[in-house]
């Protein structure tokens, strides 16, 4: 069936099945979730502009101090030292570390930056219904980088490095660490504010509409005249990666009408790019694990940690919730994420209709769990320059910090390079063959 571009306008599609559905609103706080594999689809947010210009205004005022005030200060034997979150990234750089200096500095500093500074910009323009043409550049970009940054990671870093230290050093907390988790709070509630669908309908669109509370509606099912599964792509429609818009593949199109991302069906070479990095993080990860990860210089002799000796620690010492939360950040989640992903690409191959929804949600927990494998490092930054108490006794990163860095890096990209779809389009072939002569019709029923 060939559409015209009046069709596809009230069309949307699962991003992570390719699920053909009607456009439907959501009331205020409520989401609407895929029919098929549960995926959020949309969640709607009233005052959304509003709230998001507020929160990102404070978030910036809240910036320069929970980054430049020092955190806390440690005393222990006569000495004393503190440090703010700029402050961390130097041990890393003085003692060659540079990739992990440069993850923690894009991490923590510069891409929440960029964060709330595109939010600011993004929500003051709609507010004053201007439309300047990066708009929707700029939103791209945040969207691109959401996953980046990791301000609540650093704050569960903080709160290990308390309870590490606790024990044999005095800990004074300074107005840097209020600032910091003032910061992590008003980045989370910005993330909820944020009304994706309604901020691209009203930058594509150059008015507001009314973002009010609408009536109850469940997700419309667009199916075929057999009752068959119909997806975007069986109807020769690609959905942009990032803002979600429909567009015909048959015209030509290369680029996102609305964001200006580049066009495909399908992630080009999801499956071979996926693979080479999860290869990549598995090579990685058997360093990350044997080398030592810490050296403490205590009285001029050093002794180096792995990353298990430092879980072993909290555990002999009673510290059992904390050496969990390390034990899962540090080992379980690279691993699971390697496992996971390995799944999901040798589930893609041919008659692979087992547990659909399973597998999907699986993948989205993966894209959940990623970012938080570098609480480690923020650990490791922060001690490195609160225990910096010269010849008596002193904390630095070891070789492992860079493997580590790169098997969260590579496993976080593996996590955009494969495609969801691909899960689910083993599974849409049946119905492919007699989509060209499918009526298309809309009902409640998947
Ligand atoms: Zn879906
Ligand atoms: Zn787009």
């Not at 594509?204 to 119909?230: C, F, Y």
């Not at 080992?331 to 597998?359: A, E």
Request: charge should be positive; charged fraction near 15%.
């Amino acid at each position: 069936m060939q559409f015209d571009p009046k069709d596809f306008d009230h069309l949307t599609a699962c991003p992570d099945c390719d699920l053909l559905l009607q456009k439907t609103e959501a009331p205020a706080g409520h989401s609407i979730l895929c029919p098929r594999c549960g995926k959020t689809i949309s969640r709607r947010n009233s005052d959304s502009i509003r709230k998001a210009l507020a929160l990102s205004i404070a978030g910036l005022l809240m910036y320069l101090p929970a980054m430049l005030l020092p955190l806390m200060t440690m005393e222990s034997f006569g000495f004393s030292d503190s440090a703010n979150i700029i402050d961390s990234l130097f041990d890393f750089y003085n003692n060659g570390y540079y990739l992990v200096s440069f993850m923690v500095l894009l991490s923590a500093v510069i891409f929440p930056l960029m964060l709330l500074s595109s939010v600011f910009i993004i929500s003051l323009q709609l507010y004053r219904q201007k439309y300047p043409w990066y708009l929707a550049r700029l939103f791209r970009s945040y969207l691109h980088l959401e996953e980046w940054a990791m301000v609540e990671v650093y704050l569960l870093g903080i709160m290990v490095t308390v309870i590490k230290m606790g024990s044999s050093t005095d800990i004074s907390y300074n107005t840097g660490i209020f600032c910091f988790t003032g910061l992590v709070l008003l980045t989370i509630a910005l993330a909820a504010a944020i009304d994706r669908d309604f901020f691209w309908q009203t930058i594509e669109d150059k008015k507001q509409k009314n973002n009010a509370p609408v009536a109850a509606q469940p997700p419309v099912v667009v199916h075929a005249s057999d009752g068959g599964i119909v997806t975007a792509a069986m109807q020769g429609l690609s959905q942009c990666h990032i803002c979600h818009k429909l567009s015909p593949t048959n015209h030509g199109t290369k680029k996102c009408p609305r964001c200006g991302e580049p066009l495909h069906l399908r992630h080009p070479s999801s499956i071979s790019k996926t693979w080479a990095l999860v290869l990549t993080s598995t090579i990685f990860l058997a360093p990350a694990n044997l080398l030592p990860i810490m050296r403490v210089d205590f009285l001029g002799v050093p002794s180096r940690s792995t990353i298990m000796d430092g879980i072993i620690y909290f555990f002999q010492h009673g510290s059992y919730f904390i050496g969990l939360i390390i034990f899962t950040a540090s080992v379980l989640v690279p691993i699971f994420k390697i496992v996971g992903l390995t799944i999901l690409l040798l589930s893609t191959r041919p008659c692979s209709n087992r547990l659909l929804r399973q597998r999907a949600k699986m993948f989205r927990f993966i894209t959940f769990i990623g970012r938080w494998s570098m609480l480690d490092i923020f650990v490791i930054a922060l001690l490195s320059v609160l225990v910096n108490f010269g010849f008596f006794t002193s904390i630095h990163a070891a070789p492992a910090a860079t493997y580590f860095c790169i098997v969260v890096a590579s496993t976080m990209f593996a996590v955009i390079t494969f495609d969801p779809r691909l899960i689910w389009d083993r599974c849409s072939q049946p119905q492919q063959a007699g989509s060209k002569n499918s009526r298309i019709t809309s009902g409640n029923n998947p």
